[in-house]
């Protein structure tokens, strides 16, 4: 349903250097009901990481793929461990 000549989004990226869980809890309304989004793109820094999955496939949504950022893929060149870096998750709704 359009607001005011608006429609809901088709995907989101979500990348606030370390204030994503705050804005995913801001888009409860858009993920709970209605057309929800059909991709979410979210940077997941690792000391956040349990709480973001938690939040996002209790809205229904899960992961289908995850690639590095540029950094983290550097550094996981030179030897670091991958997931001590952030990285990008993509979600989609369940199908069931």
Same mark, same amino acid.
């Given at each position: ?27 409860? #309304? ?24 938690? $939040?996002?496939?209790?809205h ?17 060149? #030179? ?11 993509? $979600? ?5």
């Amino acid at each position: 349903m359009a607001v005011e000549g608006f429609f809901p989004p088709d995907h989101v990226k979500v990348d606030v250097d370390g204030n994503e869980l705050l804005i995913l809890r801001g888009m409860h #309304a858009l993920l709970s009901k209605g057309r929800r989004p059909k991709s979410i793109q979210v940077e997941i820094n690792p000391n956040q990481r349990p709480d973001i999955m938690a $939040f996002i496939q209790g809205h229904g949504y899960v992961p289908v793929t995850e690639h590095h950022i540029r950094k983290g893929a550097e550094l996981s060149a #030179a030897g670091e461990d991958p997931e001590h870096h952030a990285y990008n998750v993509v $979600f989609k709704p369940h199908t069931g």
